[in-house]
């Protein structure tokens, strides 16, 4: 039986032994670094021709990571992989999903375009769909889509005891409630305004009435952390004890991770991006998807 062989781009290596361990694939290594001018030098260690090879680069901080990993795309090809897969447990530039103004770049249908040319395939965990339906609506390529949500509700159920699980704003309600139904908890919802990118102003309304429970802030994505931030101060300026902060993803820009602790929230996410934080495994899920899509050949 002929494995698929795995690659980490830089930063994802823990979570790449990982993967390779559960499938049983083999584990290759990727040469990288930079010239002094900044540019990058890249060599497989491992002879990926004639082979099915995945490699695994979560997109936090795409800018500095997108043209290392097409560079590596296209020289497995041109070393004879037989096909080459993504493995992006944060797939970026999903936000700006059409022109809010004249002359705005729409980035996740161009992101989209340079993946499916560079890619047979890709696996992510929670994309950020918010105006497109499913992956399919911008990428040409197959992808398989994975969903933290019962690794959370079950995070949830062996550390929190009476939680209180909290969505931040309407958009948010139908994931929170797959959560707090498979949780067994209660759940309500913020009301949120933002007036910039920084700048969020938070309701919360008819709260007394779940008081004594813990307060679990869940989200998608942490990045400014404004809304989460936000919301544990005003809970606690309530008497609330220190709630947790769940996300799929942990970008923290912005010291945010820092800011949510010093606001008094314990802040937990999933290893989708590498960090402290992470308490909840998606490797297991992820596994799964891979072998729908590059399975071990004969």
């Keep these: ?76 090809r041109e070393l004879g992989a037989s096909k080459v897969g993504l493995i992006s447990p944060y797939l970026a530039y999903m936000r700006q999903d059409r022109r809010f103004t004249t002359g705005e770049a729409v980035t996740s249908r161009q992101v989209a375009h340079l993946i499916s040319e560079a890619f047979d395939w ?43 699980i909290i969505g931040p704003d309407s958009e948010s309600e139908q994931w929170v409630t797959a959560v707090a139904n498979d949780a067994g908890a209660p759940y309500c919802v913020l009301e949120k305004v933002r007036h910039g990118d920084r700048d969020v102003q938070i309701t919360i309304k008819d709260m007394d009435k779940w008081k004594g429970r813990t307060a679990v802030f869940v989200d998608d994505i942490i990045s400014s952390g404004r809304t989460m931030i936000e919301a544990v101060r005003l809970l606690t300026s309530r008497g609330w004890a220190s709630p947790v902060c769940i996300a799929v993803h942990g970008l923290f820009a912005d010291n945010s991770d820092r800011l949510l602790v010093n606001a008094g929230a314990r802040v937990v996410t999933t290893n989708s991006v590498q960090h402290s934080t992470n308490e909840i495994d998606i490797g297991n899920l992820l596994a799964s998807a891979i072998g729908e899509l590059a399975p071990v050949s004969p």
């Design 122 to 164: 890709m696996v992510t965990v929670d994309p950020h769909l918010h105006r497109y339906g499913a992956l399919g609506e911008i990428y040409s390529i197959p992808t398989r889509v994975v969903h933290a949500a019962p690794l959370i509700s079950q995070w949830i159920k062996t550390n929190i005891a009476d939680p209180l």
């Design 1 to 76: 039986m002929t494995a698929p062989l795995v690659f980490a781009m830089p930063g994802n290596e823990r979570l790449s032994a990982k993967l390779a361990d559960d499938r049983h694939y083999e584990l290759g290594h990727l040469d990288t670094r930079q010239f002094p001018d900044g540019e990058t030098y890249l060599r497989f260690a491992n002879n990926p021709e004639k082979r099915s090879v995945a490699i695994v680069c979560t997109l936090a901080h795409p800018n500095e990571k997108f043209l290392p990993l097409v560079f590596a795309a296209a020289t497995a």
